[in-house]
């Protein structure tokens, strides 16, 4: 696919969500949602797009990461504290996290049976439920 059918695309993809399509929103757009599903950390993302020549802060780049999850874009992958991913797929599953090197991998939701919930406290619903299953070789 060209570039300007891309962009084209992206822009669409922020306006639909109500975002107005910024020089640093279409850059980390079009590096996040290029047709394939991807685990990003800020920092990664920070680095991807000073290599694509477009100049972003980190800081923005930790912006439009938690707008675009706001959004439903992307979902945030908490897995410790200052340690968390983006994922691009936004569909119902889990993830296996490989502790030797950081990375994740999905799992389906099938794959993953929840006995049991509790239930919230009062006033409050369950919203999802997000399954880390942490891996480390034998």
Same mark, same amino acid.
């Given at each position: 696919m060209n570039n300007e059918k891309r962009y084209a695309q992206v822009i669409e993809k922020l306006r639909a969500v109500g975002l107005r399509p910024t020089r640093q929103r279409i850059a980390l757009a079009g590096l996040l949602f290029d047709g394939t599903d991807k685990h990003v950390?800020? @920092?990664d993302l920070h680095r991807d797009v000073i290599n694509a020549a477009s100049p972003v802060s980190l800081a923005t780049v930790?912006?439009?990461?938690?707008?675009?999850?706001?959004?439903?874009?992307?979902? @945030?992958?908490?897995?410790?504290a200052g340690r968390s991913y983006f994922d691009t797929n936004v569909s119902d599953h889990h993830h296996f996290y490989f502790e030797k090197d950081g990375g994740l991998e999905d799992i389906n939701a099938d794959e993953v049976v929840v006995a049991q919930l509790p239930i919230p406290p009062k006033g409050q619903k369950i919203s999802r439920v997000d399954v880390v299953v942490r891996v480390c070789e034998d």
């Open positions: 950390c800020a @920092e930790y912006n439009t990461l938690h707008q675009f999850t706001e959004v439903g874009l992307l979902r @945030e992958i908490v897995i410790s």
